[in-house]
C-alpha cells in the first residue's frame, strides 16, 4: 500500500456515505439493533470527532474516526474497511495514523466497542495485536452478549 493517503475526509461526501452505510448494514446484521453505536453521518460530524478516509489512487479504501472522551483519552468509531481492501493493511495503517494521532494530543487511553460475531473476528484480532486490551463496558455502554469493549494504555510500552 505504497501509494495509501490518509487524510481527514468529510463523511457526507458520496463514496464515505456509501461505505459508512456498508458499516451500518454489517453491523445490523451481525448484531441487534440495540447493541450497535455506530455513528451517522451527522454524528461524525460533531466537533468532538475527527473523520478520516484511507485511499489508494483515489479509490476509498476505509474509514475511522476519533471521539475526543476528554482531555487524555478519545474512542475509536466507525472502524470500518471496504470488502475489497479487506486483508491488505488499511485497517492497520488507518488505526496506526488513529493512534499517532491520539499520542500528539497527549491522550493517556483510548477506547473502544465493537462487536463479538464472526464478522467482527478480524478486526477484534487487529486492536488486540494493537495492544488493546478487554475492558467492562465504559462511559454510557451497557454490556450485552454482542458486545466486547477494549481498551489501550498509550503510555504502555506494549501499545502499537
Known amino acids: 500500500m505504497s ?25 445490523l446484521k451481525e448484531s441487534p439493533p440495540d447493541t450497535c453505536h ?16 484511507a485511499r489508494e489512487n483515489e479509490v476509498l479504501l476505509g474509514v475511522v474516526a476519533l471521539k ?6 478519545g474512542e475509536v468509531k466507525s472502524m470500518h474497511v471496504a470488502q475489497a481492501a479487506r486483508g491488505k493493511g488499511a485497517g492497520r ?13 497527549g491522550y493517556a487511553s483510548l477506547w473502544l466497542e465493537t ?6 473476528h478480524a478486526a477484534l484480532a487487529l486492536y488486540e495485536r494493537l ?5 467492562p463496558a465504559f462511559g454510557c455502554y451497557q454490556e450485552t452478549d454482542f458486545n466486547v469493549f477494549m481498551t489501550l494504555d498509550l503510555t504502555a510500552s506494549h501499545a502499537a
Request: charged share 20%.
Open 93 to 105: 495503517a488507518l488505526m496506526e495514523h488513529l493512534l499517532d494521532e491520539a499520542r500528539g494530543r
Open 3 to 27: 501509494s495509501l493517503l490518509i487524510a481527514p475526509d468529510d463523511p457526507a461526501s458520496a463514496d464515505v456515505t456509501a461505505l459508512l452505510q456498508t458499516h451500518a448494514d454489517f453491523a
Open 115 to 120: 462487536g463479538n460475531t464472526p464478522g467482527f
Open 131 to 135: 495492544g488493546f486490551q478487554r475492558c
Open 68 to 73: 475526543a472522551l476528554d482531555a487524555r483519552s
Open 38 to 53: 455506530f455513528l451517522d453521518v451527522t454524528a461524525l460530524k460533531a466537533p468532538d470527532i475527527t473523520f478520516w478516509s
